[in-house]
């Protein structure tokens, strides 16, 4: 038990370090020029391409670029003026981690909210063990739940420091597909694990 617990340590410092050294310093800002205009400017230390999106206030996405090749930074004017007044958010994703920054056209004016980053946590499953890696930037309330279908099998609330680790013996499940949830804030990720 004591080993299985070093390896699952070993293994999620390893994954946050890399997860960690992948997304650089990914840096989202929007710059209202008028009341109507605004520059966004992105920036990373290490070059990476760019998946920017605009996501309206019931999430559906309203605008999607992918930056062709890769860069350290991106700045480009940005036209508001035929969006609805309301709220919306950009996201810029790289290498499984993305920086969301709030935002609302209203009248006359541009209001920036504040930055959000999120990593994708990592799972892996090997020899029954299921490890789970995530590195919770906002500091949320992090569940993580397994299905057996749609039934709930178990759940714990886990750490809301920012690096959550877990690791679980799965050995004692009969053979079949499970789906592992962990449900960070409003973020809700998830893995399929097949018990043999």
């Avoid at 999106?53 to 036209?79: C, H, P």
């Avoid at 057996?148 to 759940?155: A, H, M, P, R």
Wanted: aromatic content about 10%; overall charge negative.
């Amino acid at each position: 038990m004591k080993t299985i617990r070093t390896l699952t340590m070993m293994f999620a410092l390893t994954i946050l370090a890399n997860m960690a050294m992948a997304t650089g310093n990914l840096r989202v800002d929007i710059l209202p020029l008028t009341a109507d205009r605004a520059v966004v400017a992105i920036s990373n230390n290490a070059e990476s391409k760019f998946e920017i999106s605009i996501e309206n206030a019931n999430g559906e996405m309203i605008y999607y670029k992918e930056t062709e090749g890769s860069l350290t930074d991106y700045r480009k004017v940005y036209d508001f003026s035929k969006m609805e007044a309301g709220d919306y958010k950009l996201v810029v994703s790289i290498d499984g981690a993305a920086s969301e920054r709030e935002f609302s056209v209203g009248n006359k004016a541009i209001n920036v909210g504040k930055l959000k980053n999120v990593v994708d946590p990592v799972f892996t499953y090997n020899e029954d063990v299921l490890r789970v890696a995530y590195l919770n930037y906002p500091g949320e309330k992090v569940n993580l739940m397994i299905y057996e279908g749609s039934n709930l099998i178990y759940t714990k609330a886990l750490e809301n420091s920012f690096s959550v680790n877990e690791g679980l013996n799965l050995s004692k499940l009969k053979n079949g597909n499970y789906q592992v949830v962990l449900a960070a804030g409003n973020d809700v990720f998830d893995y399929t694990v097949e018990v043999k």
